[in-house]
């Protein structure tokens, strides 16, 4: 495709349980970000990739998120033992390079109850 | 304090104002600064790139950033109605992370 998809779009999980977010980047794109954005906010930052390598995952939350890209393309964002105050949109922006463009996805709507 | 910091607004004008929209920074490393246009239930789209001080213009957006005061601005000419929008600064730190502002909610009434 011609954007950065995400995927599932919607996702309604129950407290505690696991939940496992994909983004596919643009083609040829080598850094991949990963944020989250709460209502009336900005996105916050959680953790980039330059190929497959986690430059920087300074913004997740806790330890029970994760992040991975094993073949420098495809990134899942994992949420461990998911909590309520996890509910939030999850954003993936892909760039060529480091300091470039970053594009973003449509997100996925992450709803705990 | 947060390293970035922007009036949420909302702002509203009448079609055809200038809009000015504004942040400040704390951290003087940062060297990138762009404004992104997000639309509601969409992701944020790049609208400015600028590196450094002085101006940058496209079209009816002009962008400025004052290193000097840790200051940037964006300004909208002949606004319309479909510039109705969040607009948001963000900086790449020195660390290749973006950070983003809070946002400012701008309606532009026919």
């Known amino acids: 495709g011609a954007g950065v998809s995400q995927s599932p779009r919607y996702k309604v999980t129950k407290r505690g349980q696991d939940v496992a977010l994909r983004c596919d980047p643009i083609?040829?794109?080598?850094?991949l970000y990963w944020y989250r954005q709460a209502l009336g906010q900005g996105p916050e930052f959680l953790t980039y990739f330059n190929y497959e390598a986690q430059q920087d995952k300074s913004g997740l939350p806790n330890d029970r998120f994760s992040a991975e890209r094993p073949e420098g393309s495809i990134s899942t964002l994992t949420i461990q033992r998911t909590e309520q105050r996890d509910s939030a949109m999850y954003r993936c922006a892909s760039s060529l390079g480091g300091r470039g463009e970053q594009y973003f996805g449509p997100g996925t709507r992450l709803t705990v109850t | 304090q947060k390293e970035v910091e922007q009036d949420p607004g909302p702002l509203s004008v009448p079609e055809g104002a200038i809009v000015s929209l504004n942040c400040t920074y704390s951290n003087s490393a940062f060297q990138y600064f762009m404004w992104y246009r997000q639309y509601s239930r969409k992701g944020p789209e790049l609208l400015m790139y600028t590196y450094s001080s002085g101006n940058k213009e496209d079209g009816r957006f002009t962008a400025q950033v004052d290193k000097s005061s840790k200051y940037i601005s964006l300004f909208i000419r002949d606004s319309q109605p479909s510039d109705s929008a969040t607009y948001l600064c963000?900086?790449?730190?020195?660390?290749?992370?973006?950070?983003f502002g809070q946002g400012t909610t701008l309606q532009v009434k026919p």
């Open positions: 963000a900086m790449i730190s020195n660390t290749g992370k973006l950070i």
């Open positions: 083609s040829g794109h080598v850094s």
